[in-house]
């Protein structure tokens, strides 16, 4: 399977909930990055992680990141309608330059 | 500083036509990515090029796709003799360095539709 599979598929919330994303690869990363797509808009960068990094916090972000289990995980923290959207985990694969995408987690915050 | 400008946004021909999609990176960027996007699926790289430099084009079919990045002038991938599976999304993503380590930005996608 590819680099970047996120889990869950799609998640529901309430506003002001927590909503947590995951994200399994296969092979060695420099570094991992989240990115945010509104419906039929471009992606928007989140944050950056890399490999020699844990854990790293932007606002209500927090990325953490488990090179041994080739794991990384998104939380959103006290969510707002406005979060809604695709939520996709992009791989370097090693590479620097050529990132591999999952298919991505659509978050639905219910107002 | 103006983001990474793609157009036209939205692109329809038939089937047979060549179709040319444009990216201007962010100012002072020399690296340009594009990537294609099918429905329900999250992004595939195609090619990496510098000013006039393909770097990487490993995920660019070898036939009827081109790609350039001239040394004046947006960044261009051309679709020749476009078919129905070729309808997508492509994005254009620019960084100041090479990619790794640093963020990718990404412009708003051309949408191709095929008739």
């Known amino acids: 399977s590819q680099q970047g599979e996120e889990d869950p598929q799609a998640l529901s919330i309430q506003e002001g909930e927590n909503a947590t994303m995951n994200c399994s690869y296969k092979?060695?990363?420099?570094?991992l990055q989240w990115y945010r797509q509104n419906s039929g808009r471009g992606l928007v960068h989140l944050i950056l992680?890399?490999?020699?990094?844990r854990e790293k916090h932007s606002g209500r972000l927090r990325v953490t990141l488990d090179t041994s289990k080739k794991s990384s995980s998104l939380l959103i923290t006290a969510s707002r309608a406005a979060d809604t959207a695709s939520y996709f985990c992009?791989?370097?694969?090693?590479?620097?330059?050529?990132?591999?995408f999952g298919k991505g987690t659509l978050l639905t915050v219910n107002p | 500083n103006a983001g990474v400008m793609q157009n036209p946004r939205h692109l329809v021909r038939r089937r047979g036509q060549e179709a040319r999609l444009r990216c201007s990176p962010m100012?002072?960027?020399?690296?340009v990515y594009w990537y294609r996007q099918l429905p329900e699926e999250g992004l595939k790289f195609m090619v990496y090029?510098?000013?006039?430099?393909?770097?990487?084009e490993s995920g660019m079919p070898k036939e009827r796709f081109s790609a350039e990045f001239p040394k004046e002038g947006p960044s261009i991938l051309r679709i020749q003799q476009v078919v129905r599976g070729d309808s997508a999304a492509y994005f254009c993503?620019?960084?100041?360095?090479?990619?790794?380590?640093?963020?990718?930005?990404f412009g708003p996608g051309t949408r191709l539709t095929v008739l």
């Open positions: 092979t060695s990363i420099n570094n």
């Open positions: 100012k002072g960027h020399s690296h």
């Open positions: 090029l510098q000013k006039e430099n393909i770097i990487d």
């Open positions: 992680i890399r490999s020699n990094e």
């Open positions: 992009a791989t370097d694969g090693g590479s620097n330059y050529k990132l591999t």
């Open positions: 993503a620019s960084s100041p360095r090479e990619g790794g380590g640093h963020e990718q930005f």
